[in-house]
């Protein structure tokens, strides 16, 4: 079992920073890869950012040139970085690992950006 906790979420105006944080606990071997989905009120979850062993990054073209995630193998941890932010990227903030093809979700942690 593999156990994901999240940090870093809160309210931010328009145009400010917030930073992710993401730790993986418990039985862990291979967790390739890591990231970071978010789900806003009556939408579906969606890919914001995620990154394999090697560093190879994906962006939501939503985020491209804002957000930047990175991840520290040896600790099993994986950041979001999120600049310039827009009142629609106020969401869930869903950290995930997927592990030997089995996927782990955090609990979640609210990003609100006001306007």
């Known amino acids: 079992q593999v156990q994901l906790v999240e940090s870093g979420g809160g309210l931010v105006q328009a145009g400010g920073s917030l930073r992710l944080s993401c730790a993986a606990s418990?039985?862990?071997?291979?967790?390739?890869?890591m990231g970071w989905y978010s789900q806003a009120p009556g939408k579906q979850r969606e890919l914001v950012a995620i990154?394999?062993?090697?560093?190879?990054?994906n962006y939501a073209n939503s985020v491209k040139g804002r957000f930047t995630i990175s991840r520290d193998n040896a600790k099993n941890t994986v950041d979001l970085q999120m600049n310039s932010l827009k009142p629609e990227d106020t969401a869930v903030y869903y950290c995930?690992?997927?592990?030997?093809?089995?996927?782990?979700w955090g609990q979640g942690t609210q990003v609100t950006v006001s306007s």
């Open positions: 995930y690992a997927n592990m030997v093809g089995v996927q782990y």
């Open positions: 418990g039985s862990i071997f291979s967790i390739n890869p």
């Open positions: 990154i394999n062993t090697v560093g190879r990054t």
